[in-house]
């Protein structure tokens, strides 16, 4: 019997493909380890013993990323916003209520995906590039009663840093309220301590802070919230996101559905990474490496769009100035430098990520030189020196046993 239709024209991946890889230094995905992308061209048994060691031994270093005690930690398959979506989702149902903290467009997603599972949402726009002010939140739960608060540490789309997020969660445990923090840039970048600051459930994706591939991420859950979970008497209208199903294969080794396995062993050699390196050294290489690129930045004539008091390390935006158009800086970068930065939704700036591997110095120096030059392409006259020397100082100038 003929089929119906014929294959169509094919074209082998290699044509398409740029013949050198770019290098990430956008808003994520971020550059792979050799380790991770080694570890993630191998598929085994996902029931077998050797699994169940890789699964243990990723809960174990998960913990200690996320700065937990916690054996409710889990791998997700699927981005960051479907760990987003399994905590909101086994949290919240019809007649529930959330208070979503909004700083920018996945602060804003959290919400969406309330509404979505019938939850009653109030939102607190911190407004145009601003942090979420504890005081605010603290006033507003003294007139209302909600059963979870969700916001992001780091709010990707405009580079705010929610520094008060401690406070704000001391303030929704006054209140009894369930919390969920979304750490995906900041999770390994900057100090996230889930315990000691009382947080309910933390998510983060695995092609940002963590440096493994797009597509598996991890969440935690506290005590409070498996508890909440496991009282749980409303149906689940999401099954492969369903929490105590998720637990069968990460607590159990029982079957779910088939996990992502090369994807949970490129989690398991990321993990490994940041435990070689340890979180005080990976903290600090972000931070030095961030500074250095946003007093570089500086330096050659830009401005920087997050007032210093709020602004994050993580995800560096920069304003664009009046007549520059950002297409033509990023893709001059990316055909001329092989470079690539991100652009914005909405907003004008262009992005630079300040994420695991995109952290190097090599990365660095070749991602300013490449933006200064495109800039210059683009009409806008910069002091690429200026920028340079002072990136150089940051990194090595009067700390030279330091190389990121
Ligand atoms: C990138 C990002 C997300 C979404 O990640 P996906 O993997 O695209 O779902 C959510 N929150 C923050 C803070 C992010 O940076």
């Not at 498996?226 to 008497?233: D, H």
């Not at 990316?334 to 591997?357: D, H, P, Y």
């Amino acid at each position: 019997m003929p089929i119906s239709y014929q294959p169509p024209e094919i074209v082998q991946l290699h044509r398409i493909l740029p013949s050198e890889p770019l290098l990430l230094m956008g808003a994520g995905p971020v550059p792979i380890p050799y380790a991770v992308a080694r570890a993630n061209s191998v598929v085994i048994n996902h029931l077998g013993e050797t699994m169940d060691q890789v699964i243990e031994r990723v809960k174990i270093m998960g913990q200690y990323a996320f700065q937990t005690k916690s054996d409710k930690i889990m791998g997700v398959a699927g981005p960051s916003s479907a760990a987003m979506e399994m905590g909101i989702a086994n949290l919240l149902w019809p007649g529930k209520r959330a208070l979503v903290l909004v700083n920018g467009t996945f602060s804003r997603r959290m919400g969406e995906m309330a509404r979505a599972v019938g939850a009653e949402v109030v939102e607190l726009d911190a407004g145009e590039v601003a942090p979420v002010n504890a005081q605010t939140v603290k006033e507003l739960l003294g007139k209302q009663k909600f059963d979870l608060l969700t916001m992001v540490q780091g709010e990707t789309s405009c580079g705010v840093l929610n520094r008060e997020l401690p406070d704000i969660m001391k303030v929704a445990k006054e209140h009894g309220i369930l919390t969920l923090v979304d750490a995906v840039c900041t999770l390994s970048t900057m100090p996230m301590k889930m315990d000691e600051w009382n947080i309910d459930v933390v998510i983060t994706g695995g092609q940002k802070g963590i440096s493994t591939i797009p597509g598996v991420s991890m969440i935690a859950f506290s005590g409070d919230a498996w508890e909440a979970i496991q009282e749980r008497k409303a149906p689940m209208s999401h099954w492969c996101l369903d929490a105590r199903r998720a637990y069968r294969f990460w607590g159990e080794h029982e079957y779910h559905y088939t996990a992502p396995v090369p994807g949970i062993l490129a989690m398991h050699e990321a993990l490994r990474l940041i435990c070689e390196e340890t979180l005080e050294k990976r903290f600090e290489r972000h931070e030095i490496s961030s500074l250095g690129l946003q007093e570089g930045v500086e330096a050659m004539g830009l401005k920087l769009f997050v007032p210093k008091d709020y602004r994050l390390n993580a995800v560096v935006a920069i304003a664009l100035p009046e007549g520059v158009e950002s297409s033509k800086v990023r893709s001059y970068m990316a055909k001329t430098f092989s470079v690539e930065i991100s652009g914005a939704f909405g907003l004008n700036i262009i992005r630079v990520g300040q994420m695991g591997e995109q952290c190097r110095s090599h990365n660095l120096f070749k991602t300013l030189y490449a933006m200064g030059m495109s800039f210059r392409y683009a009409g806008y006259p910069v002091n690429l020196s200026e920028g340079m020397a002072s990136l150089e100082k940051r990194l090595a100038g009067d700390n030279d046993h330091y190389v990121p």
